[in-house]
């Protein structure tokens, strides 16, 4: 019902200039429908409420008055309702109406928004009214609408302060597609780029442009930053630069996957505290935190390629540092890793989704973190702190818990209540707890037992992801390494 009174709002459209004479839309309501609300009687085999409505009516919850939607564009800052003519409700339409309280004038609202870059505003009327002089209860027939633009309201504030390309790179062109699973480098070499369908005979690689922003998640909130187009990468060319792709030449490039990770920003005691090794200034976040951030949406970022009429991005040649390193140099970095495999929405709805189930005849499972194209976990301090967060959930109806073990040793357990008897709304508890022990010598590679026990043999219980940092030995083992000296600063604190 929402969506037809948009509709109708669409049918009349209004533009508004600042400044200038106030624009006029006539209206005319049709009221020949009746509109279905629940019984406010808490017997649910009671009928439906028929109440008196118009074509395009929201009634939202508990309104038994309709509301019409009327879309202008720009944005109105106030405006009035003109030329109104009324006409009283039949006997039977206000019996069904019943002692609701009618105000002396139709109730007008204003609403804002945006729609493809361009401000909006919505006008929201519910158009009825007791009339002052016989009491009666009247519905609104037709009426125009006077608006008057301004922009000094919250909307033309919200909008004025961004700027858009008039047109995406990708209007002109021919592009491809790259899908990027997780965190790396990749290689784009002759033949890759022949099987994406580029010219490679007759390319010029100094022309080879890469494309793609890989953002992660997109914010929920529409008033979050966001990259307004696609934006130019860097590339490494591996070649001799003659304007001709021979076999042996070839691209990289570091691309990030869909997943994420966010920083907290740093504890008062983070800032103050001490260092607690040479070149250690307070961890990043509570402890050194991070927060992975899952996109439940896609589990590929994609890249574009294209040929362009100019020479590409590439990755340019940094001078030598021209003084030699100060302080103390870094040897070690915190990694971090996580595991949720989105598998089970148990509302069927939503965006809160859980991972691997556990049951009375299937307790136990073990988790490792080199799998999802993540490299294994190697040259690991021994003797520093390793932290892993647990975060689990239960859907029975007594209490439950899982013991969480890291390579066959026992961290602790976390304990689940059960629903609550009754609760129509509940469909799990949840809890998540942080674990710290010291890596012992010699682990590779860690693995983590969760083993789940309920006082309700037909309950289940859920992983929903694990989160590990551990401190590394910065030496590259593997074909590449990704690191970062975040939790570092040189010199002394301040």
């Excluded at 490299?375 to 899982?402: E, H, I, K, W």
């Excluded at 709304?425 to 969760?450: E, I, Q, R, S, Y």
Aim: aromatic content about 10%; proline content about 7%; hydrophobic content about 40%.
């Amino acid at each position: 019902m929402l969506l037809l009174g948009i509709l109708v709002g669409f049918t009349v459209p209004a533009y508004a200039q600042a400044g200038g004479p106030a624009q006029v839309v006539p209206v005319s309501l049709s009221w020949t429908t009746y509109a279905s609300l629940p019984n406010p009687r808490a017997n649910a085999d009671d009928a439906p409420r028929r109440v008196p409505s118009f074509k395009g009516a929201y009634h939202g919850p508990g309104a038994v008055v309709g509301t019409y939607t009327l879309r202008l564009a720009g944005t109105i800052g106030s405006g009035e309702l003109r030329d109104a003519v009324y006409e009283a409700f039949p006997a039977a339409d206000v019996k069904l109406l019943g002692n609701i309280t009618l105000p002396a004038a139709p109730a007008v609202q204003l609403r804002y928004g945006t729609e493809a870059r361009r401000p909006y505003t919505y006008v929201l009327i519910q158009p009825v009214r007791r009339n002052p002089q016989t009491g009666q209860a009247e519905r609104l027939l037709s009426f125009s609408y006077a608006g008057q633009a301004t922009g000094s309201n919250a909307a033309a504030r919200y909008t004025a302060g961004r700027t858009h390309v008039g047109t995406s790179v990708l209007s002109k062109g021919d592009w491809f597609k790259i899908g990027v699973p997780h965190n790396g480098v990749y290689k784009l070499d002759k033949a890759t780029l022949k099987s994406l369908g580029l010219p490679v005979a007759t390319l010029d690689p100094r022309r080879i442009q890469l494309f793609g922003n890989a953002i992660g998640l997109l914010p929920q909130a529409n008033s979050a930053p966001r990259p307004d187009d696609l934006a130019e990468n860097n590339l490494l060319f591996v070649g001799n630069g003659d304007g001709v792709f021979d076999d042996n030449e070839y691209f990289l490039f570091y691309a990030r996957g869909p997943h994420t990770w966010r920083a907290s920003q740093p504890g008062a005691s983070a800032l103050t505290a001490a260092p607690t090794q040479p070149g250690l200034f307070g961890l990043l976040g509570e402890g050194g935190r991070f927060k992975h951030i899952n996109n439940f949406y896609c589990d590929t970022a994609y890249y574009f390629v294209t040929v362009g009429n100019n020479n590409g991005r590439r990755i340019p040649t940094v001078a030598a540092p021209g003084r030699a390193p100060q302080g103390a140099p870094i040897t070690t970095f915190l990694d971090r890793r996580f595991y949720e495999h989105d598998l089970v929405n148990l509302l069927h709805s939503g965006r809160r989704w859980l991972g691997e189930a556990f049951t009375s005849s299937n307790p136990q499972r073990d988790f490792v973190f080199s799998g999802d194209g993540n490299q294994p976990l190697a040259d690991l301090v021994a003797g520093d702190t390793l932290r892993l967060t647990v975060a689990t959930a239960n859907t029975a109806l007594q209490n439950s818990s899982f013991d969480v073990a890291l390579n066959g040793a026992k961290l602790g357990s976390q304990s689940l209540p059960g629903i609550p008897n009754g609760s129509f709304t509940a469909v799990a508890t949840n809890d998540f707890h942080t674990f710290t022990t010291l890596t012992p010598a010699g682990l590779t590679d860690p693995k983590v037992t969760l083993t789940f026990s309920s006082y309700d043999a037909a309950g289940t219980g859920y992983l929903d992801y694990l989160e590990l940092v551990v401190k590394r030995q910065l030496r590259l083992n593997g074909s590449y390494l990704e690191f970062n000296s975040l939790n570092y600063k040189r010199g002394p604190a301040p």
